[in-house]
């Protein structure tokens, strides 16, 4: 067996508000894969920050204020 097929994924699943380990549930309200427990329990969080990165980089792409 390879190295990476013994690799534990962790999922943040959008519906039940829970961390999975492995992917459990359909794509669809699965955020992820993440290496830890830790990092997928702050998923909304990180997807959050990421996204107010993108606007502000849009913003000042645009030459907005």
Same mark, same amino acid.
């Given at each position: 067996?390879?190295?990476?097929?013994?690799? /534990?994924?962790?999922?943040?699943?959008?519906?039940?508000?829970?961390? $999975? @380990?492995?992917?459990?549930?359909?794509? *669809?309200?699965?955020?992820?894969?993440?290496? /830890?427990?830790?990092?997928?329990?702050?998923?909304?969080?990180?997807? $959050? @920050?990421?996204?107010?990165?993108?606007? *502000?980089?849009?913003?000042?792409?645009?030459?907005?204020?």
């Amino acid at each position: 067996m390879h190295e990476a097929d013994d690799k /534990t994924e962790y999922y943040f699943n959008t519906h039940t508000r829970m961390v $999975e @380990k492995g992917r459990l549930s359909p794509w *669809e309200h699965l955020l992820g894969p993440y290496d /830890t427990f830790e990092e997928a329990s702050k998923a909304l969080e990180t997807a $959050e @920050k990421r996204s107010d990165a993108w606007d *502000e980089a849009d913003a000042d792409w645009k030459g907005e204020d």
